[in-house]
């Protein structure tokens, strides 16, 4: 690439180097990963050449380019999908700049960018989206985002694309829209996630978000594959879909050329992307990465249950006793001790344990009889297999880097420590929902759709409502906690994936401290949970009263809206606006807020709860 400045080179082409004539811009140009004297700029050349193609850029003070700072030119071709991305340096700090491509005589569109902000910068202001699905909506909310002159970045927290086929989730409403995934299988391959990229850049909404201001972000499962882990997906089965590991490869090598992000520090592996972001001595960002790094597989509520047992006396292998005497059981050497899976008569008021272990077998061989069920062994799960020590979200390493990070951060006097987070961290236990929603309400969505069937059921147990965020985690979420306590951090959280809204506690399960606040954004497009239920009112407003009753450490919750996060911070004090669009079904709507919490430093490591502004 060369570089230099001047007052402008776009418009003079080296006259030796053969430029496509047929070259456009149709995927916009964004810019990305700002530090205190560098950003990302990005576009892509639509064009026919089959070779390398010679791609000018400047930057300047101005939109008209009057004032050009830095300028250069570099190249692209196929085998970076004609991505270009530039990493411009030696900018000046806090400072807003405009940048544009040309590739023969065309131009792009211009964009506007803005550096990290220096030390004595008296605010902050950020946008927090996530779940952007192409076919389930308009893109409203970045729309929006257009619309605040004063954002220092847009925070994507992952689901920027998702890899569903145009038949699979949202297709339906992709459909009416118009709006149908492209390519309509399931991506596996490079060049299909390539071409959805290509696909989610060519909306108008979304470019415009891109041209207005700086993106930070990072994945969550949907760039790569549904509930994806460190080795693995849930809906990733390698007999059908091939090896895992090339498709993740084929996925993040799309992203890096598709997303206005920095390629991975020397050292730095492509999938671990955490980083550190200091906004003055206002707020630290640290994106952490829960996903690929070293996440463990999800448990599940079904296939990893623990039942409760009997212990059957084996002295007579042809006639197990159960045994009932606890002094009798010690007595016994293990080797004539096992275990068996109980299950109970629930035909009547109070469920009866089967002790006979021929009926027990004959259950076993030839499944339950109706009225029969074992039954969860709730606490030994949670303790054993949830709880389970050696599970992660960030892994060791991460760990570390993150220790260090949020004390650099204190040590620097920055007066919030932001985690970009993708699934919820809050402590939450679901509601009964089966009890919870008149039967009317819900009976079609449980008599046709097993899968919400499914779930409504399993919520009879109170377990965490869902085991793929940090709840399915507890351990690895006490060591962020104990970071975070040991570090005097003031820890604001903030995390998507949900696609509802979120105001919550975090507490330390040991002695009930609060450790920090975290708020959750909606989705930009993508539907919420509790619409698999219907959409009449009622069920959201059941959802969030249950929920919020059920879980003390959640002060809010919405369960019906789409929209974003603008959270403002000054030294002692996060705001967090909840913008919520009135609708994603039209490109007409209208944005209101919906709430404003309050989050105020008390003393270094302590911050308040959230409180509603009124
Ligand atoms: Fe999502």
Known sequence: MLAGSGTSILGCAEPFIEEPTDATFLHGVASGDP????????????????TEVPVHWAIAQDPEFSKVVRFGKTQTSASADFTVKIDVQELKRGEIYYYRFK??????????????????????SLAIVSCSHYAFGYFNVYRELTRHNDLDAVIHLGDYIYEAGAEGYGGEIGKTLGRQHQPANELLTLQDYRQRFAQYRTDPDLQAAHASTPFITIWDDHETADNAWASGAVYHDPKTKGDWTERRNAALQAYYEWMPIRDP?????????????????????????????????????????????????FSDPKNPKPIRNEAYLATLPAALVRYVKTPFDMRGD??????????????????????????PDLETFRRDVLGDENRQMLGARQEAWLAKELRDSRAK??????????????????????????????ADAKNNNPYVRDWLDVTRYGLPINSDSWDGYPA?????????????????????????????????ETDGKRIGVE????????????????????????????????NK??????ARDRGYIHLELTSDKAHANFIKVDTVRSRKYTADRLKRFTVTIDSPGNISAPEEDR
């Open 553 to 558: 450490a959640v002060r809010f919750f919405n």
């Open 265 to 313: 520090e020397p050292g730095q592996l492509f999938y671990q992307l955490h980083r550190t972001y200091d906004f003055g001595t206002i707020a630290s960002l640290h994106i952490i990465e829960s996903r690929l790094t070293a996440r463990s597989q999800q448990v599940s509520y079904s296939k990893d249950m623990v039942y409760k047992t009997t212990p059957f006396d």
């Open 413 to 442: 006097n920055i007066s919030w420590q932001i985690l970009g987070n993708q699934t919820l961290m809050v402590r939450m236990d679901a509601p009964y929902l089966v009890d919870a929603f008149p039967e009317e309400l819900i």
């Open 519 to 550: 708020f959750g954004t909606s989705s930009v497009t993508s539907m919420g949970g509790y619409e698999w239920l219907g959409d009449a009112p009622e069920i959201f407003s059941i959802a969030e009263q249950k929920m919020m009753e059920k």
């Open 35 to 50: 530090r205190i004297d560098a950003v990302i700029l990005w576009t892509r050349v639509t064009t026919n050449a089959r």
């Open 103 to 124: 590739v023969g005589d065309k131009y792009s569109p211009v964009g506007r960018t803005k550096t990290l902000p220096s030390s004595d910068v008296e605010k902050i």
């Open 350 to 375: 109070i469920p009866i344990p089967i002790l006979d272990y021929g009926q027990i077998e004959a259950f076993s061989l030839n499944g339950l009889p109706e009225g029969f069920d074992y039954s």
């Open 476 to 508: 690895a979420r006490k060591r962020v906690f104990d970071i975070a306590r040991s570090t005097n951090a003031n820890l604001l959280v903030v995390a998507g994936d949900t696609h509802n809204f979120w105001a919550n506690e975090l507490h330390d």
